[in-house]
C-alpha cells in the first residue's frame, strides 16, 4: 500500500467550505464531473451568499449538460453580486450565461 504524501493531508485549519471545493476539484480532474457537481451544490446551498461558489456550480453544470441549472446557479450568483455591491462582477456573471448557454435571457 502507497503511503500518503504530506501534501495529501488537508490543513488542519481548511473550513468546511474550502474542503469541499478542494474534494470537487480532486473529483473533476480524476474526471468524475458528475461528482464535482454534486459537492459544488452541497457548497453553495450551504453557503447561499457567496457568488463564487455559485458561478463553480454553474460552470460545472455547464460542462455536464445541465444547462436549465446552470442557468439558475449563475443567475443565483449574478442576484447575489448585485446584492453586494459588484455590478461589473455581476454583469460578467450574465455573460457567462450567455457565452455558457446562449440564452439572451440573462
Known amino acids: ?17 474550502a474542503a469541499q471545493l ?19 451544490r452541497e457548497a453553495a446551498l450551504a453557503n447561499e451568499h457567496d457568488a463564487r461558489i455559485w458561478t463553480f456550480y454553474g460552470v460545472q453544470c455547464a460542462r455536464i449538460g445541465r444547462l436549465d ?10 442576484w447575489v453580486r448585485d446584492r453586494n455591491g459588484e455590478p461589473a462582477k455581476a454583469n460578467v456573471t450574465r455573460s457567462l450565461i450567455t457565452t455558457l448557454i446562449g440564452d439572451e435571457a440573462a
Do not use: F, N
Open 22 to 40: 478542494r474534494r470537487a476539484w480532486r473529483h473533476r480532474r480524476k474526471g468524475d464531473e458528475r461528482r464535482a457537481m454534486v459537492l459544488l
Open 1 to 17: 500500500m502507497r503511503r500518503r504524501t504530506p501534501r495529501a493531508v488537508p490543513p488542519l485549519d481548511e473550513s468546511a467550505e
Open 69 to 78: 441549472e446552470a442557468r439558475r446557479a449563475l443567475q443565483q450568483a449574478a
